[in-house]
Nanobody, 117 residues
Framework: QVQLVESGGGLVQAGGSLRLSCAAS????????MGWYRQAPGKARDLVAT???????KYADSVKGRFTISRDNAKKTVYLEMNSLKPEDTAVYYC???????????WGQGTQVTVSS
């Protein structure tokens, strides 16, 4: 079982920046993918960005060029640097962990990001 704890959410004005962190603990596979999803009120949970244990990353089109995902495997932590934030980025952001080629997944409890116009 892997536990994920997010931090770094908050309220920011449009055009501002935030950095989210997700610390993992427990039985972590060496071959995994970690990422961030977000869910706005009344909407489905959508992918924001993922990064593999080898460092390969993917982004949703809506955040490309503005968000950067990174990870520190020694610290078992994944980060999401969010720049040029827009009101439409407002959502609860969830950290996600997945073991490659299995159905083993974990979710964090979520952290609120609110961008005011």
């Amino acid at each position: 079982q892997v536990q994920l704890v997010e931090s770094g959410g908050g309220l920011v004005q449009a055009g501002g920046s935030l950095r989210l962190s997700c610390a993992a603990s427990g039985s972590i596979s060496s071959i995994n993918v970690m990422g961030w999803y977000r869910q706005a009120p009344g909407k489905a949970r959508d992918l924001v960005a993922t990064i593999s244990s080898g460092g390969s990353s993917k982004y949703a089109d809506s955040v490309k060029g503005r968000f950067t995902i990174s990870r520190d495997n020694a610290k078992k932590t994944v980060y999401l640097e969010m720049n040029s934030l827009k009101p439409e980025d407002t959502a609860v952001y969830y950290c996600h962990y997945r073991v490659v080629t299995t159905t083993i997944t974990s979710w964090g409890q979520g952290t609120q990001v609110t961008v005011s116009s």
